[in-house]
């Protein structure tokens, strides 16, 4: 069944228990005109009024003989056209004022009048009437001003609106245009720095921003705590009135991708202030000073906004380009220590992380980023000082320091006559007004921040937006295929959310994205499972490269791969199979990929022998089934074993001893010492040291056990070698189908059971492993047995552990 879901209805989980905030209402959903403040509604009338009002007082000055009433009955004659232009808009803010109370008297103009000009202004581009707008708005005041002066001095329109500067300025004693030629050069330079301090900033009013709460999915726990700092920003007497005060900054760090822009553009929807938006490259400038003052005239903006709305929200993203003043002299992220090799750069290859779980594949890869060593601490300030251009600091000298001012800084008085004429007449400025200031930040960088940026009264809260359990999974995947046609199941998004463990709201959107694009390539309108799975293999692998291996490399590729998958299977429960290919990519020749069949936060030792026993098997099965021969392709799994055995026995306390290697090697005891730190030993010393010997004993003795796991399971190997073959990609179910001897899901296990089938498969990797030590062609052809064994469509490639 095709499921849609229609506008304007509910996508569910939207329905808020007694007590919680619920969302504010959109402006689309009014039954009546949204309200207007009372400036906005007498501000021309003001003008208007005003300007005859000049015209009248003018009058009067040229005849001082004339009464009053006689000049309001001149003014009315003569200059009664403004007269009418203000009773025009005192009638339309009648109509606004009654649009604002009465909903059938909106929707008669707004639905039968007013529709089709509606329609035809949508159809512009937003920038063009914005922009046309303006100068409509600036063009009608500057009419009324020239027209009033051209009255005032008896001059036609068009030469007063010549001679308007010029009467201007001779009206000035001498001394002031001295004064002014002054400001005008002083004004080249300050102007010069006003536009360098422009652009990175954006502001959003209320009526802009049509995210709310309901357009986050999975991320409940956090959205509950971020609602909890709303109270207090709408009603600040609940808190302030019992001796405390509104937290002021929130922090959202996690993962990319997760929902931390989306987050603060739906707080700033949901409470109907401006939003401004910070670029993480605002404050990156050429010249040194403005830094400062983008962020003085940040801030400026900020109080008018907070002052004039009842509040403002401002969001810095990607708030690790702010610098840290410490943050180049510290090492950084990562110490600017030189690369570690990385787990798949080896010589070419399995794919050394793809086959272990996502916790054992995160630490290799931090590792193979983040340090030289297993223990040295990132960026020790006294081995090494990197001088950051310009002192540190993302924005430049001085520019987080005034940020840090801004944020929590002296409350001084603010305003020209609150400063200095009430000083100079002996009066105390009056204090400034209490802003309404919420600061958001988000980064996935959290340790690039300066430390005095995050303390309280700056950054009060700070909340991890990592990623989506599984049930915030299947609400994400829900909300998005909501907004298309599909043939999806309950049953078939809940397995889609347990095969993508560690996806986010974007990779999300971006997998439903491509799997429409997939049905539309197709011809079809709704998307189905095959669209779906296609989409993820193209996400997690990329697509394959067309190539094709000799008899012999395939033959070897294939035994490597389910080498990794048999073991995975035998030994391995807290992973599930997700998919094993010999299909090249770019980075590798074959995978076999698995996924967590639940959210699992803690690992055990015996876990990790399994990960390692997986590592060492495509070596073991190598030697075993070439004849004590072994490729380069693993490379990459031993570095992975080699690096968790050393983690087990240095660190995790998961080896023969105690002591945290970390410590000991920081301090330059029990391990050599640190390389180059005077010790004068290398790599290789360390290797032979008592550490060194323990690895290597327990990695030689997982390697025994791994030995003999693969000579009992040969024949299991043999066949899910022959499914590769056969088939290019076969997904975890059919392995399974394969090693049990039963029907899967797409190929029949049972074959590869039969007594021929043994008979067959050793008889044709005798005569691979001869073609491979004579690096000649294979002297038969691959087997195929029976109809169950037909190549599998790449419909059914899945890789759900993210490499």
């Known amino acids: 069944m095709i499921k849609r879901r229609r506008p304007g209805e509910s996508n569910g989980n939207l329905a808020t228990a007694p007590g919680e905030r619920g969302s504010r209402i959109r402006d689309e959903d009014r039954a009546t005109r949204k309200p207007m403040a009372w400036w906005d509604r007498v501000k021309i009338l003001i003008l208007l009024i005003g300007g005859w009002l000049i015209l009248l007082w003018s009058s009067m000055a040229q005849n001082p003989l004339l009464p009053f009433n006689d000049a309001v009955n001149i003014g009315v004659r003569s200059n009664g056209w403004l007269l009418v232009l203000a009773g025009i808009e005192l009638l339309r803010q009648i109509h606004y004022l009654v649009s604002e109370r009465s909903a059938g008297y909106h929707a008669f103009w707004t639905k039968r009048v007013f529709a089709g000009v509606e329609r035809r202004r949508a159809g512009m581009n937003d920038w063009n009437r914005f922009r046309l707008s303006r100068v409509f708005k600036w063009l009608l005041v500057l009419l009324i001003i020239d027209l009033i002066f051209a009255r005032v001095a008896g001059l036609p329109p068009a030469v007063a609106l010549v001679q308007l500067p010029v009467a201007l300025f001779s009206a000035l004693p001498f001394f002031f245009q001295m004064f002014t030629y002054i400001f005008i050069l002083i004004a080249q330079f300050g102007a010069l720095f006003y536009f360098l301090s422009r652009g990175g900033v954006d502001v959003y009013f209320p009526d802009d921003i049509k995210t709310r709460f309901s357009d986050v999915w999975g991320q ?97 993203d990607e708030a690790d380009s702010l610098g840290n003043r410490g943050a180049m002299a510290q090492g950084g992220w990562g110490g600017g220590q030189g690369m570690a090799p990385s787990a798949w750069s080896t010589n ?154 560690y996806a986010t709201g974007a990779t999300i959107k971006d997998l439903v994205n491509e799997a429409l694009i997939n049905a539309i390539r197709d011809g079809r309108e709704a998307i189905t499972w095959r669209d779906v799975v296609k989409a993820k293999q193209l996400k997690d692998l990329g697509p394959p490269e067309d190539v094709e291996y000799i008899e012999r490399e395939r033959h070897a590729v294939a035994i490597h791969e389910a080498c990794h998958a048999v073991a995975a299977y035998r030994i391995r429960q807290h992973l599930t199979i997700d998919i094993a290919t010999i299909e090249k990519g770019g980075t590798y020749l074959g995978m076999v990929a698995s996924i967590p069949p639940e959210d699992q936060f803690t690992r055990w030792r015996s876990e990790y022998e399994a990960d390692i026993m997986v590592s060492l098997s495509s070596l073991v099965g190598e030697r075993v089934f070439f004849d004590g021969d072994s490729s ?37 005891i029990g391990g050599g010492g640190r390389p180059g730190k005077g010790e004068g030993k290398s790599e290789h010393d360390l290797l032979e040291s008592g550490l060194g010997e323990r690895i290597e004993s327990n990695l030689a003795g997982l390697l025994e056990r791994t030995e003999g796991l693969v000579r009992d399971n040969r024949l299991k190997i043999l066949a899910v070698a022959h499914a590769l073959e056969t088939s290019k990609t076969v997904t975890g179910e059919d392995v399974e189908a394969i090693i049990e001897g039963r029907k899967g899901p797409l190929l029949d296990g049972t074959i590869y059971g039969s007594p021929e089938f043994a008979e067959i498969a050793e008889d044709y990797h005798r005569k691979a492993l001869a073609a491979h030590q004579g690096h000649s062609d294979v002297k038969a052809p691959l087997p195929v047995f029976g109809r169950g064994l037909e190549p599998v469509g790449a419909h059914n490639m899945t890789d759900a552990d993210g490499h």
Request: some cysteine; charged content about 20%; hydrophobic content about 40%.
């Open 632 to 668: 380069s392709g693993v490379s990459g799994d031993l570095e992975g074993a080699t690096r968790i055995a050393t983690l087990m026995e240095g660190y995790w306390g998961m080896g023969s001893t105690v002591a945290s290697h970390g410590v000991t090697h920081e301090v330059g």
């Open 220 to 316: 409940d726990s956090v959205l509950a705590k971020i609602k909890e700092n709303l109270v207090f920003l709408d009603d600040p007497e609940s808190i302030e009135s019992k001796g405390g005060y509104v937290p002021g900054g929130l922090l959202l760090w996690g993962p990319p991708g997760t929902g931390k822009t989306l987050m603060a553009e739906a707080v700033a929807g949901e409470t109907g202030k401006p939003y401004v938006f910070v670029d993480p490259g605002a404050f990156i400038n050429m010249f040194m000073g403005v830094g400062i003052l983008k962020v003085k005239s940040l801030f400026r903006k900020l109080r008018k906004l907070a002052v004039r709305y009842g509040g403002v929200i401002v969001f810095f």
């Open 348 to 501: 070419p290859p399995c794919n050394g992380l793809s086959y272990l779980s996502h916790d054992s594949a995160s630490m290799l890869m931090r590792d193979s980023l983040g340090g030289s060593g297993y223990g040295e601490p990132r960026g020790g300030i006294k081995d090494r000082v990197i001088m950051g251009g310009m002192g540190g600091g993302g924005g430049g000298m001085g520019t987080l320091q005034a940020l840090l001012t801004e944020l929590s800084g002296l409350k001084k008085p603010r305003g020209f006559l609150n400063r200095v004429v009430r000083r100079a007449l002996g009066m105390r400025p009056k204090p400034p007004p209490k802003y309404r200031i919420l600061v958001m930040m988000a980064t996935n960088m959290p340790q690039a921040l300066d430390e005095a940026l995050l303390r309280p009264g700056r950054i009060d809260r700070i909340y991890k937006v990592g990623y989506p359990s599984k049930v915030g999974r299947v609400r994400t995947y829900q909300g998005y295929f909501d907004k298309v046609a599909h043939e999806l199941t309950e049953e078939e998004l809940d397995k889609l959310a347990t095969i993508t463990p």
